[in-house]
């Protein structure tokens, strides 16, 4: 009766090592990304986290010369990179505040000027 016991216990070891074959998991991601562990146990695909730091600071960019308000999304950009690095998306919150604030200012001085310009 003991020897069903083991033989069973070797078949679900068995099974357990073909499902979580390291070269299979590899296969299942596209392009055999880069797969890191997180400390939360959770996957993150590098392919992620570059497509957060370009969207970071191309909400930067038109921040700066079309609206602050595309500074909300760059914000969520570099706190969702944080998510998954810590400290990573530190530099894309602050650009994002520094330049929404430029803008601020900037527009702010423009029309100052135009108000300057029109009733002299």
């Known amino acids: 009766m003991n020897d069903d016991f083991i033989k069973k216990d070797e078949i679900i070891e068995e099974s357990r090592n073909e ?5 299979e998991q590899k296969n299942f991601f596209i392009n055999n990304e880069k797969v890191r562990n997180d400390d939360k146990g959770a996957i993150a695909l590098e392919r992620i986290d570059g497509l ?7 909400s930067a960019a038109i921040t700066i010369f079309v609206s602050p308000l595309f ?9 969702l ?6 400290g990573s998306g530190n ?11 430029i803008n601020i200012v900037l527009s702010q001085i423009i029309l100052m000027l135009i108000n300057n310009m029109m009733y002299r």
């Open 19 to 23: 499902h979580n074959d390291e070269a």
């Open 52 to 58: 957060y730091v370009v969207l970071g600071w191309i």
């Open 71 to 79: 500074a909300i999304a760059g914000i969520t950009f570099g706190v």
């Open 81 to 86: 990179l944080n998510r998954q690095h810590k």
């Open 91 to 101: 530099i894309i919150i602050i650009s994002n505040v520094v330049l929404a604030l």
